[in-house]
């Protein structure tokens, strides 16, 4: 059974920075490039990051390039987000998932808050 489970989020003041975690579980970690995703109250969900099974192709979104940084460390089976510089608009629900992507292969959500 696949098992994703999100870590790190929380309160975060403006331009402040979280590391999210992603531990996966139940599949070969090191065969599927990951992705990470976020959903804000209200809205849709928006793709952030992606990066291929080996860690060396990273693609981010316009609306986070610069800021965020998608890694991963295949030995530990574990996906990160590293947010910086956070905007109150980075106030969402966060989440991982694997390939083939989708609702099916999503972790559970952590949760960002971006406020003063």
Known sequence: ???????????????????LS?????????MYAMRWVRQAPGKE???LATIDNGGR???YAN?????????RDNAKNILFLQLNSLKT???????CEKQPYGTDYRGQ???VTVSS
């Open 1 to 19: 059974e696949v098992q994703l489970v999100e870590s790190g989020g929380g309160l975060v003041q403006p331009g402040g920075s979280l590391r």
């Open 22 to 30: 992603c531990a996966a579980s139940g599949f070969t970690f090191s």
């Open 45 to 47: 969900l928006e793709w």
């Open 57 to 59: 192709t990273t693609i």
């Open 63 to 71: 609306s986070v390039e610069g800021r965020f940084t998608i890694s």
């Open 89 to 95: 608009e980075g106030t969402a629900m966060y989440y």
């Open 109 to 111: 959500v952590t949760q």
